[in-house]
């Protein structure tokens, strides 16, 4: 029996887990939270117990029979607030994978080295905010936290909130707001009505196999009507205001290119904003795999979501941003190959068909929704690009001058933009866009990307350098079944 | 106007909140229920900074949420480096602000 | 295409080749087969150091480089102004700790050796040690201060050096691979082919960090540089509580040694922006590039006896890169001993860096035909001591 590593428990990572156990493979699966669900279905604490949590999601009985039937089964082990912070590749196995247990970036915490036969990746995605002046303010927020902090907490980010953006994860946003009581002034979508009807029409019957998708994104727009909340595309936040956290935006209308309009400019009076412009994959952890990428930066995945790494496969957002069913269809696929499974076995044909339904629709969403270079227009010199360093727009292209640089990690050197604790995870494409639209051609020729960081995340020295035990630790009833472990 | 904890009793959830924690911020006590986040925690009392930035000395918070962006990093019980957002608190728990000023060059090294 | 010089290579090596040449009114044109300062200069600390280095010939270099270092940090500064990011320099000196009795005797000995060939240092008593660096291991039995060691930030290093070859003429062709020779009917060396065309240039300098030897085997050539790996661990930034460039004394037996299997010993010194880096490994496993946890935890170990209080540091960012290794730990410089034509400015191992810009005068002098001001048998790449160990293959 092969043993199976997934790596997330998101929508993916539990499907992987699932199908692994139908196509008989053993199951670990990590996360680095303490509770299952992933950003997706992230959820309130045991120790915060509600009834009708369900109101906050969808999908939430399919997620509690996941949850449920993998808790359940002996030959699945779990270990949440489980953080890889390394992947080595060595020979005999796909990868080991260096994991750290226990309260996140506490010292001290358990270190384990997992040497599986098959690894999933369903590692997800976050967040991508563009940088645009005063974004650095406190009260100026992620969608994404926007949401973690409702679903996970039951926290608003504040009373009378802007969300803008792009793409339809601003609606489930500023539904999560209303559901925390807060007023939502506005959502703001970037693209333009006919950027987003070029993107979303051309085939609709592509769309007819994904109905859920269609009910989930129903249920926001009908949680939107009902909040009475006003929706306006081509327009975008440029500007955050105040002095020590934000008390006001400025938007403007923005052309197809996103630049900005002179003289379309607003002011809205808010104590919170929530800024999200797309998802950026969560790549380090297959890229220190050796996972091959796609030109345009997922893992590069095949029919069986392998990737070009023998016993390596991925599922989710890090193979292409395309939502909920699509992550667990993949997810569905590579559990199930990972762990041997017949490829021609009803179980995966099922996802297959799903899998293709629902790709369909991701290609529509980056149609319609994706980043345009226009957005560099509402940067002034002072804007903070880095937000860990503080490199502002300013010194970061006169670096780039300085140096006549077409190289990403000169400039990263020399300005030191992404070369903070975050590494680069917040500004690192954007440091990339801004020295691409600088360069010839418009392409970084760099065989570095802003997505590597084989310390995926930080490790206390101390117990980096604590001994660990050279024999594998004797199997205890709790740890059984377990893949081949040193700690 | 400001960030805030849906009242337990107004959520229409149906939520129960748990036993009481008490943590040090700042030497201020604060409280919250057991399994919010630091970060919650602190969110709650209507708080968005607790770090000072090393160069610009501005303040931060949350701003992604999800331990992606280490904006909310505090130091926990001598620990530094500790994303708010993510850790639990747990009763007794002493979070201090976070600032690491830049280094200053060394001047004068002793003559040999 | 046609130039006085071609020098391969846009690491630190090469871009003070090309800035010293060009500077002597010299056409020069720099490739590389990827983006300038993107191989072992991207990849190391920064180290300008003389505490490491053996009297004679290791000394001596090193102590002209030091004194060019000096210079050229004022020079370049005002030729690029201060729009140009700041090369960090900073000659903030170095102290080398024994922790053990048996490290004691040998740094004190080599430490009397470099002070009688001319080198500034001061033997310090344990308390004094602990003036210089409070949170210094009180364990410490032997410490040796050197105010020479300094140390640059060397990617902006080599982006400045290449800046300031560029004002002076020099053109730089970054993704520019060199594919073979250009020879006379005669078999001399004339340029070289290479991915953006035929360069035809009397002069053709190697100055590819570890990757020499291909390059020079590319162009008919065999040296003895082979590649030596090493690991350096970055902090999160920290309150400043480390002063100066520490190291065990062990890493001066690492450095001289010839040894391929895993070698580490600490070196641990802060940076500009807060970050504490924590090297060095010494290992010959090729090209091989992989993540090795073994060689962190080893890393990590040490300098948390060096420092206890790193035990609470975090390390957020690990880079690893090759140092081009010679047989007798001295760099290559000078006119290759087979090809007519070939030059060399390779085979620095780990003081790249700090030899840059002696190696840069040494060469443009032998390429001009003049004396160089630090003699130059001891660099030449057909020095006897390199005769019987022959070239890689």
Redesign the interface.
């Known amino acids: 029996m092969a043993d199976v590593l997934v790596i997330g428990a998101g929508p993916a990572g539990l499907a992987a887990a699932a199908a692994a156990r139908e196509a008989g493979g053993e199951v670990t699966l990590l996360d680095s939270s303490d509770v299952l669900g992933g950003q997706y279905w992230r959820h309130l604490p045991d120790s915060r117990p509600a009834e009708r949590e369900r109101l906050l999601h969808h999908g939430w009985d399919t997620f509690t029979a996941l949850r449920r039937r993998l808790e359940s089964d002996p030959h699945v082990r779990i270990v949440t607030s489980a953080q890889v912070w ?5 020979t005999g196995v796909p990868a ?1 994978v ?1 994991v750290l247990v226990g309260p996140p ?1 506490a ?1 001290g915490r358990q270190r384990l ?1 997992l040497r599986p036969d098959a690894v999933v990746f369903a590692t997800g995605a976050h967040d991508r905010t563009l940088p645009f002046p005063g974004w650095d303010l406190p009260g100026v927020f992620t969608g994404g936290a926007a949401q973690a902090l409702a679903k996970g907490e039951r926290i608003a980010v504040g009373r009378r909130v802007l969300v803008a953006g792009a793409g339809p994860f601003l609606l489930p946003v500023a539904a999560s707001l209303t559901q925390t009581g807060a007023t939502v002034v506005g959502v703001l979508e970037a693209n333009r009505l006919s950027t987003l009807v070029k993107g979303w029409a051309p085939r609709p019957w592509q769309l007819a196999s994904t109905h859920a998708k269609a009910r989930e994104l129903a249920g926001y727009v009908a949680n939107h009507v009902r909040h009475a909340i006003p929706y306006r595309t081509g327009r975008a936040v440029v500007a955050a205001h105040g002095t020590d956290r934000v008390t006001s935006v400025t938007t403007a209308a923005v052309d197809a290119a996103w630049t900005p309009i002179a003289g379309t400019e607003r002011t809205v009076e808010v104590d919170a904003v929530c800024v999200s412009h797309g998802f950026t994959p969560r790549l380090e952890l297959a890229i ?1 795999a050796g996972c091959a990428l796609t030109p345009d930066r997922f893992v590069m995945t095949g029919p069986d979501q392998q990737t070009n790494v023998v016993g390596l496969y991925a599922a989710g957002e890090i193979t292409g941003i395309g939502g909920v069913d699509l992550a667990m269809a993949e997810g569905s696929i590579a559990g199930w190959a990972a762990a041997g499974g017949p490829p021609d076995d009803k179980a995966v044909r099922d996802g297959r068909r799903r899998r293709a339904a629902y790709r369909a629709f991701a290609a529509r969403l980056e149609a319609a929704h994706g980043i345009r270079p226009g957005w560099t227009g509402w940067l002034d010199s002072h804007t903070i690009v880095c937000r860990c ?1 503080e490199v502002s727009f300013g010194r970061l292209c ?2 780039a ?7 990403l ?2 400039l990263k ?4 933009a992404a ?3 975050c ?1 680069g995870r917040m500004c690192g494409r954007s440091v990339e866009e801004i020295l691409a639209g600088r360069v010839a051609g418009g392409r970084l ?3 570095v990307v802003a997505d590597q ?3 995926a995340v ?5 117990d ?2 604590a001994r ?1 035990d050279p024999e594998p630790p004797t199997a205890s009833p709790s740890q059984s079944p377990t893949p081949n472990e040193t700690e | 106007m400001s960030a805030y904890l849906r009242s337990a009793a107004e959520d229409p959830i149906r939520r129960r909140d748990g036993e009481p924690v008490a943590i040090s911020v700042d030497g201020e006590r604060l409280t919250g229920v057991q399994g919010q986040s630091i970060a919650g925690i602190i969110l709650a009392t209507g708080r968005l900074d607790w770090r000072v930035t ?1 160069a610009g000395s501005r303040p931060r918070g949350v701003f992604c949420g999800i331990g992606v962006c280490f904006d909310c990093l505090v130091t926990v019980n ?4 500790v994303r708010a957002c993510l850790r639990r608190a747990v009763h007794g728990d002493v979070v201090v602000q976070q600032h ?7 001047e004068g ?4 | 295409m046609d130039c006085d010089v071609v020098v391969v290579g846009a690491g630190i090596v090469g871009s003070a080749c090309a800035r010293t040449l060009a500077r002597a009114g010299l056409s020069v044109t720099v490739v590389d087969r ?5 191989g072992t200069t ?1 990849h190391g600390e920064g180290n300008l150091l003389v505490s490491d280095k053996r009297p004679g010939a290791e000394l001596d270099i090193a102590q002209y480089s030091a004194r060019l270092w000096r210079e050229l940090s004022v020079e370049l500064a005002d030729e ?1 102004g201060p ?3 700041s090369l960090e320099f ?4 170095g102290l080398v700790v024994a922790t053990e009795e048996r490290g004691a005797g040998p740094l004190l000995e080599l430490a009397e050796s470099q002070r009688q060939a001319g080198a ?3 033997v310090l008593t344990a308390s004094e040690a602990l003036r ?1 660096e409070p949170e210094l291991t009180p364990s410490a039995v032997a410490a040796v ?3 020479e060691d300094g140390q640059v ?1 060397p ?2 290093a080599a ?1 400045a050096l ?2 300031s070859a ?1 004002r002076a003429g020099a053109r ?1 062709l ?2 520019t691979e060199v594919t073979g020779p250009v020879l006379t009917e005669s078999g001399e060396l004339t340029g070289v082919q290479s991915t953006a065309g035929t360069i035809r240039a009397p002069h053709v300098v190697v100055a590819a960090g570890p990757w020499s030897a291909r390059v020079a085997s590319s162009l008919g050539a065999t040296i003895p540089v082979v590649p030596r790996r090493g690991m350096v ?1 970055v ?6 509580r480390i ?2 460039k520490v190291y065990d004394a062990d890493y001066v037996g690492a450095v001289g040694s010839n040894g391929s299997e895993l070698q580490t010993s600490s070196v641990i010194e ?5 970050t504490v880096l ?1 090297g060095s490994s010494r290992q010959m496993i090729g090209f091989d590039d ?4 073994n060689v ?2 080893e890393l ?2 040490k ?2 006896q060096l420092f206890p209080f ?10 690893g890169g090759f140092r081009p290794f010679t047989p007798d730990h001295l760099p290559l410089i000078g006119p290759d001993a087979m090809v007519p034509g070939l030059w060399h400015a390779n085979g620095h191992e780990g003081a790249g860096i700090g030899l840059a810009p002696a190696t840069a005068e040494i060469l443009g002098a032998l390429i001009r035909r003049e004396s160089p001001a630090v003699a130059a048998a001891p660099y030449l790449p057909g020095r006897p001591a390199l005769a019987s160990v022959g070239g890689v293959r």
């Open positions: 390394a992947i080595e590749r060595d080991v260096h970036d010292g080295a220190a360093e006169g670096a001058d300085a140096t006549s640089t077409t190289s990690r000169s050197l020399s300005s030191r070369l903070g604790i590494q020729r760099d065989e960081r084989p310390i930080p490790i206390r020295l101390g980096l350098a660990r | 090393s001598d620990e530094p480096d690491d000023p830049l280094p200053t060059p060394v090294s002793i003559d040999g | 990827g983006a300038a300062a993107g991207a690029l729009g140009f990011p900073e000659e903030k000196g500034r240092v001061r210089l201060h050197y105010p930030q990617v902006i982006e290449l800046a560029r730089i970054p993704h661990l902090t999160t930034r920290m309150r400043h002063f100066r802060s940076t500009a922006s807060g924590i992989r993540l090795r946890v962190l935890e990590a170990l300098a948390t790193l035990r609470m540091a975090s390390v957020m960012r690990v880079y």
